[in-house]
């Protein structure tokens, strides 16, 4: 598989050797992978704003009887400010939610409503199981799944949901487990 990316770039959905730090990076942790949902699956969110712009510009073609200029005016800022805000919430748990693999461990940082993170780490020699899903025809087209890391006993499982080449990005977790519990 040709890596068609940028090292360290910060917007990129799949990335290799990222030159990065996060909250509970260790000293000497070497980071591998990168993942970030595929762009593909933002398109709704991107869709959904441009039509509520769209919404809010067929609504001031036709005046209203009943307002005067101010109030349409405040009305407009006011939906104006709710879209933008959607829209920098949507770009802020998109570039957030994170996962991360590195030579000790694979880790799944999600944030909610910006305020609230989880983070769920799995040490290399505790995970038992690697399964990627991908199915559907926009999953295909796109080259994007999810990558299920199953961990033994009472650890954390692994999440990274919707993510690009996960067969590729499988296939990294599984020859560091292989490095790590040896041939």
Same mark, same amino acid.
């Given at each position: 598989m040709e890596n068609n990316n940028k090292k360290g770039s910060a917007f990129y959905s799949y990335c290799l050797n990222p030159q990065i730090r996060f909250d509970t990076h260790e000293e000497g942790e070497k980071i591998f992978l990168l993942l970030r949902s595929h762009p593909f699956t933002q398109v709704g969110w991107i869709l959904s704003? =441009?039509?509520? %712009?769209?919404?809010? !510009?067929? @609504?001031?073609?036709?005046?209203?009887s009943f &307002? +005067?200029?101010?109030?349409?005016l405040? =009305?407009?800022? %006011?939906?104006?400010? !709710?879209? @933008?805000?959607?829209?920098?919430?949507?770009? &802020? +748990?998109?570039?957030?939610?994170?996962? =991360?693999?590195?030579?000790?461990?694979v880790i799944d940082i999600d944030f909610y409503a910006v305020l609230f993170k989880e983070i769920t780490a799995a040490q290399l020699g505790k995970i038992e199981?690697?399964?990627?899903?991908?199915?559907?025809?926009?999953?295909?087209?796109?080259?994007?799944?999810?990558?299920?890391?199953?961990?033994?006993?009472t650890e954390a499982n692994?999440?990274?949901?919707?993510?690009?080449h996960p067969s590729d990005a499988a296939q990294?977790?599984?020859?560091?487990?292989s490095k790590k519990h040896g041939p």
């Open positions: 704003s =441009i039509f509520f %712009f769209i919404l809010l !510009f067929l @609504l001031n073609l036709f005046p209203q &307002l +005067n200029l101010g109030q349409i405040i =009305i407009n800022l %006011f939906f104006i400010i !709710f879209i @933008l805000s959607y829209i920098w919430f949507n770009i &802020l +748990n998109w570039y957030f939610n994170v996962g =991360i693999v590195t030579d000790k461990r199981d690697v399964t990627v899903k991908s199915g559907g025809y926009f999953e295909s087209f796109f080259d994007y799944g999810s990558i299920f890391v199953q961990t033994a006993g692994v999440e990274f949901i919707d993510v690009p990294i977790i599984n020859k560091l487990l």
